[in-house]
């Protein structure tokens, strides 16, 4: 699952430059809108500060830091505040 996040993610760029191609926002909203479906699932599943071995653990937050990340920045091209913290 960590893979086919990383994999959404890096589809960013391309999906930034469609929706700027095609003058159509909502194509940022609607990757965002799956981004944080696909992460929402993966923290169910997957524990993250609980995780016993380290390296998991740290590659984990730095996978929901960057799924943060990427989400702030999208919806700040949308015109959207999200809050620090939730």
Same mark, same amino acid.
């Given at each position: ?33 799956? $981004? *944080?479906? &696909? ?9 993250? %500060? ?6 998991? +653990?740290?590659?984990?937050?730095? $996978? *929901?830091? &960057? ?9 700040? %091209? ?6 620090? +913290?939730?």
């Amino acid at each position: 699952e960590e893979i086919d996040l990383v994999k959404t993610l890096t589809e960013y760029p391309s999906v930034v430059a469609a929706a700027g191609e095609n003058f159509a926002p909502s194509v940022i909203g609607a990757y965002v809108y799956e $981004l *944080a479906k &696909q992460f929402n699932g993966y923290y169910h599943d997957h524990s993250i %500060l609980k995780e016993e071995c380290t390296t998991t +653990r740290d590659m984990r937050l730095r $996978l *929901a830091e &960057q799924v943060a990340r990427t989400i702030r920045l999208a919806m700040a %091209l949308l015109g959207i505040d999200v809050p620090e +913290r939730m």
